[in-house]
Structure formats: C-alpha cells, structure tokens
C-alpha cells in the first residue's frame, strides 16, 4: 500500500463490503446455518485450514485460538497449515465494526480466507460480526466450513 491509488482502491473494496455484509450476523440468525461438527470421531484432513475466531480487541481471544490450534490434531483436525487472522493482524491497532479502518482489516482477512480451502469456526462465533462474514463468505465462494466446539 504505498500510493494512495492502492489506499483509494482498499477503500472502495472495504466500502464494497460493508455495505454487503454489515448485517452479517442478523442474516447468519435467519439461516440458521449449522455447519458440520469437527470432532475426534468425524474428523476433516485437509492441507490448510482457515481459523474463524472472535477478536474484539481482546488479547484472551487470540489466547483461546492458540489453545485450540494446539489441540486441533486431537480435536480432530488433521491439517498441514493453519491460517489465524487473529494472529497475522493483531499486532495492528484494533478498530471497532462501527469504523471503516474495521472493514478495511476485516478485507485483508477475506483476501486470506480466499487462498484457503477450509473455514474452522470457533468460540462464540455466532455473535461475532467478523466471523459472520467470513461464513457468509465461504457460502458463496463454495469454500468447506466446519464447527469447532469447545
């Protein structure tokens, strides 16, 4: 992002999905989607998985996603690479869902999401807005969403 035609151009494609999804977690409820189940008797093999996992800001979030990848091999998912946009992002200042810096991350997050194959959704991701637009995402994309629960 060194020109500001590139920060326009991410502008315009945050703008894109806000105003696509900003309702994510409202049209997720009217779904009622229930995405398969991960455990260690239905479990997923796969090359790269994609973790899907509230943030918020808080630090005990990324916590609770690094235990889970830790056990994910026990848990049932057997993977090569795993994706965490909790801890490729966090490092950055974090912005509120009410502010277009928001969309912007939650964009690079979904250009990520594209080059996996596998959503792996997890912690309270139903009230998660950021979460809710990763699954809407995939959904449409044809991209595999499974459920981990605790």
């Not at 326009?8 to 995405?35: C, G, W």
């Not at 057997?78 to 490729?88: A, K, Q, R």
């Amino acid at each position: 992002m060194n020109t500001k035609k590139d920060k326009d151009r991410l502008k315009k494609q945050a703008s894109f999905l806000k105003s696509k999804y900003e309702n994510a977690i409202e049209k997720v409820k009217e779904m009622h989607i229930t995405p398969q189940e991960v455990t260690p008797t239905y479990g997923i093999y796969v090359n790269v998985v994609y973790i899907s996992h509230p943030y918020a800001g808080k630090k005990e979030n990324i916590k609770e996603t690094e235990n889970i990848i830790n056990t994910l091999d026990e848990r049932g998912v057997h993977t090569i690479s795993v994706i965490s946009p909790l801890h490729n992002f966090s490092f950055a200042k974090y912005s509120p869902n009410t502010t277009n810096t928001y969309w912007e991350d939650l964009l690079k997050c979904i250009k990520l999401l594209n080059r996996n194959t596998n959503l792996i959704l997890c912690g309270d991701w139903r009230n998660s807005l950021g979460c809710c637009v990763e699954l809407l995402y995939c959904l449409e994309e044809d991209i595999m969403v499974y459920e981990l629960k605790k």
